[in-house]
């Protein structure tokens, strides 16, 4: 395996070390706006058929990379293939998003919920996270990722997406006991598969908490970032001696970005609603950030969209620490034209503040 | 008209004069979770029966506090009330949400839009204000309402609800100028509507801005922030010799909660994400605060209940300035029974801090 990586600005920046200019990625940058990616997609079968061939894996990752000059790579999966190794049983119906087979209802169900065995049961994760670093060769970083505790058992007691939480939530009120206990399980479950994805060659690490923003202050910290935080200190924190940086992204989380910088993470994934120089001044000292234009800004024109980078560039201000992002995944509907738009702008624009 | 309240508290605490206990209503506290409120629906025929028949909005308004010793009452309505006066046309499709036949598309949309005759085209409005008024015979104060611009907007131009907000984000983005002449028009209509829910009845108004939480931090000041300052400052602000306090809700709205405090407003409605102490401690000279319990906390039991009660209680602390609420409405799956086990804790439980 090659450990020089040529581009290594997205890992400076995430060490707040000095960088040349603001490096990105995008979330979801491996998606359905990608002509390429819906062949791929047609070809493997399904979006499932994608994340468990490592081949398809491979070869979606690399494709938003091919097209532009990113400066990350992130492994293509999706966060339910570890509730799925748990036992419980993913699908997706059509049009209607992932499911489970068996939810959590019961104290039994609980009961049953076991740390699977990584290297058996996401070894197709493992596989992909090889193959892909491999096939990287060193062009940039390979990111590896999981899902919060709290987001996933979100899904693994609501049996699927959900509006208001109804289930989970109830379930945390009147059972507290029985909701740690399922995070419990899932956080060593997250810590043990991150912990395989480093080995298996991810150069970095980042957890989203795509559903701690449902939750009241309080519930957030006892529910989700206890749990998170125990993940983070429980990575793998250097590897052939390179340190993993880890980014804790919270989709909502704006009002607990100080607790989250104190969670052990290097970096802080911010959404669009948070202004990144007020965040910058809440914890500039302690993470680099990672974020935060509005996905939607894609479907807007080039110009608008340059004039949108500067904001969140100027916002932040001079100096490294900065993980130029989305402040959350791409849509389906965005025209890849607008994607380069936006890779030329953060890439030009930025230089300026180093 | 009886001019005398006989329980005023709800008034005070928005002034942040003193109380005896902390006053409390609950957001969408006449709807489906209350039987009598089914079988009126029933009797109707349809949500907008509901809404256009001064009656029946009489009759539903008042169930609440029938059930429950709330300290305040709300005009039975819908935000879409208001676009539906402006042209827009609005309907509601079995099992879909609130519709509208015309929603805005081009500029010549927006020309054609207008500041509605609030004293014919929604009149049943303030019929019903008028009618609510004396039934309420001075039990407790009368709450009107509006939608802020951008809410309304969204539904103006999505056509209906979102999860997204992708189309009218994107005309944000790409045509500024149009989206404000959206919101011109829109905040002239809402300044006009809630001053004629004044002088019917109306002894305090709040301003739902449900959506604002979808944008950017500098997006929601242009777009949104900015319209309902703008309201805010053309509200009459006394009837009779008695203030009428002024309620902004910014759903997700915690990080501005600063700016929000600053437009004019006497008090601010919180959402259950931002601990209530922490938004006291940023603002609590200036407004009053109103919330914030998550809704879920209602489908736990009763000791549950009391014991989330005295959380947000204890943490916004001790004097006057605190209106007790939802941090978003009651879900139509609450048992009755945890609304009333919710009264009764604030009421109880609320006095050692008075």
Not at 129 to 138: M, N, P, Y
Not at 234 to 244: A, C, P, S, T, Y
């Amino acid at each position: 395996m090659n450990f020089k990586v040529k581009n290594d600005t997205f890992l400076r920046a995430l060490l707040r070390q000095p960088t040349e200019y603001t490096p990105l990625w995008m979330m979801r940058q491996a998606g359905r706006y990608l002509p390429e990616y819906r062949a791929t997609r047609r070809t493997a079968g399904s979006f499932l058929g994608l994340c468990k061939n490592p081949d398809f894996a491979t070869e979606v990752t690399l494709q938003p990379l091919d097209r532009f000059p990113l400066d990350a790579a992130i492994l293509f999966s999706d966060i339910l293939t570890v509730p799925d190794a748990m036992g419980l049983g993913l699908y997706f119906a059509e049009g209607e998003g992932p499911k489970f087979e068996r939810p959590i209802v019961t104290e039994a169900d609980v009961k049953a919920l076991h740390v699977p065995d990584i290297g058996t049961d996401l070894k197709y994760v493992t596989d992909a996270v090889s193959q892909i670093r491999k096939a990287l060769d060193g062009r940039v970083p390979l990111i590896g990722f999981s899902g919060s505790p709290w987001t996933l058992a979100c899904y693994m007691v609501e049996g699927g997406g959900s509006d208001d939480y109804a289930k989970v939530k109830t379930m945390m009120y009147k059972n507290p006991k029985m909701m740690h206990s399922i995070l419990e399980v899932t956080a060593q479950t997250v810590t043990a598969y991150l912990n395989a994805q480093i080995e298996a060659g991810a150069q970095a690490v980042m957890i989203f908490d795509s559903w701690g923003g449902a939750l009241s202050h309080s519930a957030f910290h006892e529910f989700s970032l206890a749990y998170t935080q125990r993940i983070v200190e429980g990575l793998i924190k250097e590897k052939d001696g390179v340190r993993i940086p880890s980014i804790v992204f919270t989709k909502g989380g704006g009002l607990w970005i100080e607790s989250i910088a104190n969670s052990g993470c290097d970096a802080v994934g911010l959404d669009w609603t948070m202004d990144i120089g007020v965040a910058r001044q809440k914890v500039g000292n302690k993470v680099a950030l990672q974020g935060n234009l509005d996905p939607t800004v894609l479907f807007a024109t080039p110009d608008v969209i340059r004039n949108e980078v500067e904001k969140v560039l100027s916002s932040y201000g001079y100096g490294s620490g900065h993980v130029f992002n989305l402040g959350h995944g791409i849509s389906q509907h965005t025209d890849p034209e607008n994607a380069a738009a936006l890779v030329q702008a953060v890439h030009e624009l930025s230089k300026k503040y180093h």
